[in-house]
């Protein structure tokens, strides 16, 4: 069974820096692509960011490009995201998620295996 689990949320003022970890288990992680998605209060659950299987290609939705860095190690089953230069619209619960596919994904459908989130709240 595949389980994700996400950590490293929090309150930051605006213009600060956090990162987040997901840690995964349960099949071969070094396999699949991964993603970060975002979810605010009352809207859509939207995608930030998606890193291939061995991490050589990475792609980031418009809003974030240049502010945030995905990652992964593969020794260590985890996938980052550092997230810098923070704004108040980047208030968010923060969805870690993994495909059946080798390839970097931005579109919701193509994750069947999602973490529980973690929170990121950016003060003004």
């Known amino acids: 069974q595949v389980q994700l689990v996400e950590s490293g949320g929090g309150l930051v003022q605006a213009g600060g820096s956090l990162r987040l970890s997901c840690t995964a288990s349960g099949r071969t992680f070094g396999t699949y692509g991964m993603a970060w998605f975002r979810q605010a209060p009352g809207k859509e659950r939207d995608f930030v960011a998606t890193?291939?299987?061995?991490?050589?290609?990475?792609n980031y939705a418009d809003s974030v490009k240049g502010r945030f860095t995905i990652s992964r190690d593969n020794a260590k089953n985890m996938t980052f995201l550092q997230m810098d230069s923070l704004e108040p619209e980047d208030t968010a619960v923060y969805y870690c998620a993994t495909s059946r596919s080798p390839q970097a994904m931005s579109f919701r459908g193509a994750y069947p295996y999602w973490g529980q989130g973690t929170q990121v709240t950016v003060s003004s």
């Open positions: 890193i291939n299987w061995s991490g050589g290609i990475t």
